[in-house]
């Protein structure tokens, strides 16, 4: 049987009440869609509180799921995808509140990495480290749009195909390939003018 | 010149083929049409030579581990959601419905099933490791209120006093868990409400037998002292009794604290 075929009737097995079936797509989607959430937050902490919404949600809202329309890897990424949309509005809007009442030590932490190097000038090591790189990129990646964010994500590093990202954010895919270009693009100076000011 | 060239590829279609370009999987004709308008047009090159160096810095990104326990955790949280009715009975309990009284959620909130659903609900949130702000506020919710039953069984209120119910303790694990206060802010307000009321119950039952005392006491100093060490004392009285109803106080716009005092200085 085919690993869809599989997940279909694991989710069928869920429906109909099966505890272990529950279970076993826990198992199997919850690294995909915490990695999803990790890229799209940039932070463990949201990464995880978001994964669990994302679980509970589907939880609650799996016996509309229709697998005649888009398979369930499709639906449980727009599912994320309406979570993570709906999280970066509210952490957009509690900013302003967040800089009076934040824990002391916290608002430094919330700064991507290529603010705090353009704070402290010019790094002393010429070369930077494997690990700096991927901090680096995950900073600027928070830089993106959502919307442009969501798309490299889903491709870039969830290895989604054209028309299941189409399906998931509901846009032709056009409209998808046009992002995934923009998104990578616009990744790429961020990263290039992180870099002029770190070298 | 460049741009719409002579061999007809526009520059909407070169973004719409730059994907499957990088993605190696454009062949024959289109491939030379696309190469032809990259070389023509300086737009389209610098933005593809960007999309690619994008995709080698995405490269550099791997997969993460999400946290060990992040499977049974979810797990946990949704068999929670599906067998019981302690989440949604607390739920009615911590959310503040605005139509609601109060009182009519406290004694939902006391029947015996929703009890023993805020016991379990107390040891899950005890041992599960998911120290979430709402798990920390369910077993506040769940030790208050078996408090409260206790003690109002046990008819003696001034054993209210005893119990710790200073807002900061049964915040403060709540704070320390996260520091973004406005997502849980309900469930705050409503500790708060129950609280007042709750001090109130215990200055009703004080008044009756403590104030009539106090008065007689404070009106033969009265004849004794001069007015102003009176006053004096009628502050101290005030800071000493009320401590704690200053920081209701303050969370209820209807009811400043200098309003408090001024009442307490008509009062004696
Ligand atoms: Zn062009």
Not at chain 2, 107 to 122: C, E, L
């Amino acid at each position: 049987m085919e690993d869809a075929q599989v997940v279909e009737l694991l989710v069928r097995r869920c429906i109909a009440g099966d505890a272990a079936a529950w279970e076993e797509i826990v198992q199997r989607f919850n690294r995909r869609i915490y990695n999803i959430c990790y890229r799209f937050a940039g932070s463990p902490t949201d990464a995880e509180d978001l994964t669990q919404d994302v679980f509970i949600k589907v939880y609650r809202t799996m016996a509309s799921y229709d697998g005649e329309r888009a398979s369930f890897n499709t639906w449980i990424t727009t599912v994320t995808r309406n979570l993570l949309v709906d999280h970066f509005r509210k952490t957009k809007n509690d900013r302003i509140t967040d800089s009076i009442d934040a824990a002391p030590g916290e608002s430094e932490d919330a700064l991507p990495l290529s603010d705090r190097l353009e704070d402290t000038g010019p790094a002393p090591d010429a070369h930077l480290e494997r690990r700096e790189t991927r901090e680096l990129v995950q900073a600027a990646l928070q830089k993106l749009s959502p919307e442009l964010r969501e798309a490299v994500i889903l491709r870039d590093l969830q290895d989604m195909d054209y028309k299941e990202i189409a399906q998931a954010l509901r846009v032709p895919e056009g409209t998808v390939k046009s992002r995934i270009n923009r998104g990578r693009a616009e990744l790429a100076r961020l990263l290039q003018r992180t870099y002029r000011q770190v070298m | 010149m460049y741009g719409e060239s002579k061999s007809g590829m526009q520059c909407a279609e070169f973004d719409l083929l730059m994907t499957d370009a990088i993605d190696g999987l454009l062949t024959g004709d289109q491939l030379s049409r696309f190469e032809q308008h990259k070389t023509a047009c300086p737009t389209c090159s610098a933005m593809f030579a960007e999309a690619e160096a994008g995709l080698h810095w995405l490269g550099q990104l791997e997969e993460v581990d999400p946290p060990v326990n992040l499977a049974r955790n979810i797990v946990l949280a949704t068999s929670g959601l599906a067998n019981e009715g302690a989440r949604a009975s607390l739920r009615s309990v911590v959310n503040t419905t605005p139509g609601r009284p109060l009182w009519d959620r406290m004694r939902d909130a006391f029947s015996p099933r929703t009890i023993w659903d805020h016991v379990r609900g107390t040891a899950r949130a005890i041992f599960s490791p998911m120290a979430t702000p709402r798990f920390a506020m369910s077993a506040g919710m769940a030790f208050f209120s078996l408090s409260m039953v206790f003690t109002v069984s046990g008819v003696k209120i001034s054993d209210l006093r005893n119990l710790d119910l200073t807002p900061r303790n049964l915040t403060r694990t709540y704070y320390a868990t996260e520091a973004r206060a406005v997502k849980y802010y309900e469930n705050i307000r409503l500790v708060y409400e129950i609280e007042s009321r709750v001090r109130e119950l215990r200055r009703a039952a004080s008044t009756s037998s403590v104030e009539p005392e106090q008065e007689n006491k404070q009106k033969n100093k009265q004849d004794q002292k001069s007015p102003k060490e009176n006053e004096q004392r009628q502050y101290q009285n005030f800071s000493r009794q009320d401590s704690a109803s200053v920081v209701i106080a303050t969370f209820d716009p209807g009811e400043s604290v200098i309003g408090e005092s001024a009442r307490q200085r008509r009062k004696l």
